[in-house]
């Protein structure tokens, strides 16, 4: 990280981060594309070793993308506020933001599917005891990723 004064260490401090956005933007490569899709994300930390779940359909690009290449990198960003100045050069803004790299996984044990659907949801909305209808469930894919390295970086 070029500016070692921004870097965040505290693993409490990045976990209420985590813990509190939404949306993660994985980029995927892609036969010399960089392919990068925002989605909904669930976080696990055990033993200091951080896990995202997020979902989708058994089909797609995201889908195949998984498969074919589960090398991938994330970013996520937020606490957003522009600081403004009498300069253009002179504007700037307050922020935090996590990246990483990772690898993703499609998960196909069913306890897990359900346990990374939950954190998901307990993610979106507080709440992690949800029931998820078998017929939507034959169609959906949970993935995991793996965090490999991450940075954390804020600016007040």
């Avoid at 594309?33 to 909904?40: A, L």
């Avoid at 403004?84 to 993703?104: L, W």
């Avoid at 034959?138 to 965090?147: E, P, S």
Wanted: hydrophobic share 40%; proline share 1%; charged share 20%.
């Amino acid at each position: 990280m070029r500016r070692a004064d921004r870097a965040i260490t505290d693993a409490a401090q990045i976990a209420a981060f985590l813990a509190k956005e939404q949306i993660i933007r994985i980029a995927f490569y892609d036969h010399g594309e960089i392919y990068i899709v925002p989605v909904n994300y669930g976080i696990l930390i055990e033993n200091g070793q951080y896990r995202f779940y997020f979902h989708g359909a058994k089909a797609g690009r995201k889908y195949t993308l998984s498969l074919a290449n589960p090398e991938i990198g994330f970013e996520i960003d937020g606490d957003y506020a522009l600081i403004a100045a009498e300069t253009g050069c002179g504007h700037s803004a307050k922020f935090m933001s996590v990246t990483g790299t990772g690898s993703v996984s499609i998960v196909t044990d069913d306890a897990e599917r359900i346990s990374g659907l939950q954190c998901l949801m307990r993610q979106a909305t507080g709440k992690a005891d949800w029931s998820f209808d078998e017929a939507v469930m034959q169609k959906t894919a949970v993935f995991r990723i793996d965090v490999q390295t991450f940075s954390c970086k804020a600016k007040g």
